[in-house]
């Protein structure tokens, strides 16, 4: 890992109500406090890519959990992720 990126690992995918064949993904930090949220359109049903267990992302494109009961729920989530998949892992 870079020394400036920071590792983050899958803790939520959402449909997005709002768009057709929108994904979204979000990763968050083992201490859920900042995620970061990928969005993925899908244009037809063979249109692969992989998502995997973990992603590396610049600090500056992390934005931080505000509400208690959610940074909580990332962080069990990350650390769930982190003790049962390698980064690369195809979830």
Known sequence: MADDGVRVWLVERTYSDDEQNLIILT????????????????TSFSDVRDTTAAVEVDETDLGAVDDPGLQEQYAAEARRMREVHDPDDVI
């Open 27 to 42: 990763y968050a930090t083992p201490e859920g406090d900042r995620y970061y949220r990928k969005e993925r359109a899908l």
